[in-house]
Nanobody
Framework: QVPLVESGGGLVQAGASLRLSCAAS????????MGWFRQAPWKEREFVAA????????YYADSVKGRFTISLVNAKNTVYLQMNSLKPEDTAVYYC???????????????????WGQGTPVTVSS
């Protein structure tokens, strides 16, 4: 088991920034590729960003490319999602996910991931 806890969500105005954090209590992220997904009301969960377990490779959804940055601090067992220039369409519950991986690759499919956090809500007002 990889217990994941997200934090950092909130209510902000369009154009603002937020940084989401995902921590694994008592567990190293070594050999775990990490991803961020989001789910807006009445919509399916969608991919946002992913990072390989070494942090050397990242992948972003087109809708957030250039605005969001995913990063990994293995020493802190924490993965971050820096979100800049937020838009109302970014409003969703954001989920952190982990996948055990021997390959140094990021993964963007929901079904790739084995462990999920409970989510943190982000609301962007216009």
């Amino acid at each position: 088991q990889v217990p994941l806890v997200e934090s950092g969500g909130g209510l902000v105005q369009a154009g603002a920034s937020l940084r989401l954090s995902c921590a694994a209590s008592g567990r190293s992220f070594s050999n775990y590729a990490m991803g961020w997904f989001r789910q807006a009301p009445w919509k399916e969960r969608e991919f946002v960003a992913a990072i390989s377990w070494t942090g050397s490779s990242t992948y972003y959804a087109d809708s957030v490319k250039g605005r969001f940055t995913i990063s990994l601090v293995n020493a802190k067992n924490t993965v971050y999602l820096q979100m800049n220039s937020l838009k109302p369409e970014d409003t969703a519950v954001y989920y952190c996910a982990a996948k055990f991986s021997l390959s140094d690759s990021p993964y963007r499919m929901t079904d790739d991931y084995h462990y999920w956090g409970q989510g943190t809500p982000v609301t962007v007002s216009s």
